[in-house]
């Protein structure tokens, strides 16, 4: 038998069953991998190159974690043993960042025989360039989309024992495979996925093409999850999902996110909960009750509007209008004077009028963000919008999003200091990168602090008070006992 043959039959008696079957693969790439370094004298090492949204890099936890467990060590640089890019497609044009990279590992490749390289993420998602990659970048040796990243041990396995491409890309899954690996960047933070996918189609939007539709985790996991960080020493925890009001809805047992919010405000050792994103049109009042009582919830909210006109956001099928956006952010602030709204907005949507700009500015100014990412209408080939007649000149947008962008830091500045004096909770994360002496943290509010401390503070919450406003960040020092 040969030997490829003979590792075909070791892979018909692999479980079946998830998440064991990924073990065992581990297990199986793992004994691979310890011949490699016996040979080689070295430990083998990985890299990843991950673009986009949190999801993403949620989703890059989740691999470096399997690679690890197969003995992979993390490297410096992208001249490694296993090299993966996770990509992103929100933008048209993100592709030919991802393309010019690629190249640089062909030359690392030349010169390291072992080298193994991997693409996955939402523009493998996309059938053009999958093929594209087939076609054009024949050094690429494993494809995988969003759906099957849990997969990443057995496509590595195939690939290793067989040394010919492996391309799995799904087109949509409904299963959540959980309890596999992770390795997470910060030991007392860390995010939770609790919802895959998005059923909102907004028009701009390729995330329900590549990520497919919504589905929930069940609240006893989520729990089991966040309990078990918590015993890890993790503090912070962000839940995550493409829009997190929609949670549990498409479970056997309905439940909503507030009442999830509730559950895992139980766990004990967490002490701030954030979660994103929230759209606008699914927000309950009973997440605001929920989240006004809490004491662990963050007074933070992402709430993206992406244009203040109600006739684009039809346009964009966002499903909600500029009144009833700012109704309800009166409403939240009413109930929570001190939260901090943060938002995103797309400038240069089709058909974006003068007037439909000044809307969104009006917006900005009544919402009162302390921050908002603002986005330059990017024309994703897949979308509904794409096709949509006036497309904005490039030249028009740049200007109005100039604009747009002097407003919302010029509100982002002063709301940024309307803490000033205050003493507040600050969950200290890092040593300055500028000035070591100094420790940054953040605010419930999620605004930024830097104020001088010993770095054993670093993943507690200290008392600091908030001397001077600095437009978008505090200087502060910890309050006298
Ligand atoms: N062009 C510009 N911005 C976009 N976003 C999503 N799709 C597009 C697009 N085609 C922005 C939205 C979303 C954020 C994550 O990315 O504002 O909230
Ligand atoms: Fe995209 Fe809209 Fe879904 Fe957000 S809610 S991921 S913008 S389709």
Known sequence: MSKYLEELDLEASAPLEEPMRQRYFMAKCGEIIRKKEMALGRKLTFYDQTFGCQMNFKDSEKLNGILEEIGYVKAESENADFVYYNTCTVRENANVRVYGRLGTLKNYKKHNPEMVIAMCGCMMQEAEEEEKVRKDFRFVDIVFGTHN????????????????????VWEKTDQIIEDLPSDRKIRFKAGVNIMF???????????????????SRKPEDIVAEVEKLAAE??????????????????????VSFARLLR???????????????????????????????SKKICRHIHLPVQSGSSTLLKKMNRRYTKESYLELVDKIRKAMPDISITTDIIVGFPGETEEDLLDTIDVVRKARYDSAFTFLYSKRSGTPAAKMPDQVPDQVAHERFDRLLKVVNEVARSQNSRLAGRTEPVLAEEVNERDPSLITGRLANN????????????????PVVLEEAKGFYYLGRIADA
Request: charged content about 25%; proline content about 4%; aromatic content about 10%.
């Open 149 to 168: 990243i849990f997969k990443l041990a057995e496509l590595l396995y195939q690939y290793l024992t067989s040394k010919e491409r492996v391309f799995d």
């Open 263 to 293: 559950q895992v405000e139980q766990v004990e050792g967490i002490e701030r909960i954030r979660f994103m994103t929230s759209h606008p049109k699914d927000l309950s009042d009973e997440l605001i009750e929920v989240m006004a009582a």
């Open 197 to 215: 996918g998005c059923n909102n189609f907004c028009t701009y939007c390729i995330v329900p093409y590549v990520r497919g539709r919504e589905r």
């Open 447 to 462: 605004n930024v602090v830097h104020f001088k401390a010993d770095p054993s503070v670093i993943g507690t919450i200290v």
């Open 233 to 254: 020493g993790v503090v912070e925890i962000m839940l995550l999902g493409q829009n997190v009001n929609s949670y549990g809805k498409n479970l056997e047992k309905p």
